[in-house]
Nanobody, 125 residues
Framework: EVQLVESGGGLVQAGGSLRLSCAAS????????IGWFRQAPGKEREGVSCISSSDGSTYYADSVKGRFTFSSDSAKNTVYLQMNSLKPEDTAVYYCAADSAGRLCTLWELTYDYWGQGTQVTVSS
């Protein structure tokens, strides 16, 4: 059974940092494209960052570029989203997702087959 479990969310002041983790079971991260998404209250879910299985390249939404970093640890079958210089507008539930068919990642949520349960990130001003 494929499972994704996020952790690391919490409450932080603006300008602070958090590191989200997404642990996978039932499959190997290296074979899937992996994405991070977020959904703020009253808004649609949006793509934040992703990593391609073909070459390990990463992609970031413009809103987080230069502040967020996607990394992975194959030995732990875990990916991370390091979030620095957080802003109140980063407040959202953050999800990781896996695309079993993808080699090049996208920030289009419909390409992803498997989703975690989400972790809340709240940034206070």
């Amino acid at each position: 059974e494929v499972q994704l479990v996020e952790s690391g969310g919490g409450l932080v002041q603006a300008g602070g940092s958090l590191r989200l983790s997404c642990a996978a079971s039932g499959f190997t991260f290296d074979d899937y494209a992996i994405g991070w998404f977020r959904q703020a209250p009253g808004k649609e879910r949006e793509g934040v960052s992703c990593i391609s299985s073909s070459d390990g390249s990463t992609y970031y939404a413009d809103s987080v570029k230069g502040r967020f970093t996607f990394s992975s640890d194959s030995a732990k079958n875990t990916v991370y989203l390091q979030m620095n210089s957080l802003k109140p507008e980063d407040t959202a539930v953050y999800y990781c997702a896996a695309d079993s068919a993808g080699r090049l990642c996208t920030l289009w949520e419909l390409t992803y087959d498997y989703w975690g349960q989400g972790t809340q990130v709240t940034v206070s001003s």
